[in-house]
């Protein structure tokens, strides 16, 4: 039996529209099947970390448009509670990442409802209601990890109890199985080393949602 100290607790920052954090999300669900681990899941925001900085037209315009989904999940949380992000984020990551469908109200509002959540939440998307709340929580997981990365953030327990947080792991395919798992032991390895800050090599794979 898994006693209450082993298990472990991955915090996990998320923007819906990254096709890599959405990967990275993927893998974890598969590590909770094979490991003592538990999820809680955050919303960031690369509209926010990137408002100030120049960049091409093409993404500057991705990210305009990414502010409504994160904007939703946390009207989601705030409203019904911070365990629906987990569901409200899958069935939002299946719509944008497996299906391809685009990334508007109308896939939002079909996401809430198959989360069981109500569809008026998508008017969120169009309203600073909830920036205040969004901006806390991203700087919650940047503040953890450093201004110069991105989506996904994790965070897990390091050597002296502290939590560690990195960016990613950036995956494709996301890893199922024992493969899953490994990845994981080595996670908790990287933040159980005092020191450890990098591991990168350039990706030459582009998003794959097997």
């Not at 472990?8 to 920052?13: E, H, R």
């Not at 960049?55 to 904007?71: F, I, K, Q, S």
Request: aromatic share 8%; proline share 6%.
């Amino acid at each position: 039996m898994t006693t209450a100290a082993e298990r472990k607790t991955a915090d996990f920052w998320f923007d819906p529209a990254c096709p890599w954090a959405w990967m990275t999300s993927r893998w974890l669900i598969e590590v909770q099947q094979l490991r003592p681990v538990d999820v809680r899941w955050h919303v960031m925001s690369l509209s926010v970390l990137n408002e100030h900085r120049d960049l091409p037209e093409n993404y500057r315009t991705m990210l305009d448009n990414a502010w409504g989904a994160v904007r939703v999940c946390i009207a989601a949380a705030e409203q019904h509670g911070e365990e629906v992000l987990g569901r409200l984020y899958t069935e939002l990551g299946l719509r944008f990442h497996n299906q391809g469908l685009p990334q508007n109200r109308e896939t939002v509002t079909a996401a809430l409802v198959a989360a069981g959540l109500p569809a008026e939440l998508a008017d969120a998307a169009d309203t600073d209601a909830y920036d205040e709340a969004l901006r806390a929580s991203h700087k919650e997981g940047i503040t953890l990890v450093g201004e110069d990365v991105g989506t996904p953030v994790i965070a897990v327990e390091g050597a002296d109890g502290d939590r560690v947080a990195f960016f990613g792991p950036v995956v494709t395919p996301a890893p199922k199985g024992e493969a899953a798992a490994r990845l994981w032991d080595g996670t908790l390895l990287v933040a159980s080393t005092p020191g450890f800050y990098e591991i990168k090599r350039t990706r030459t794979a582009g998003p794959s949602f097997e």
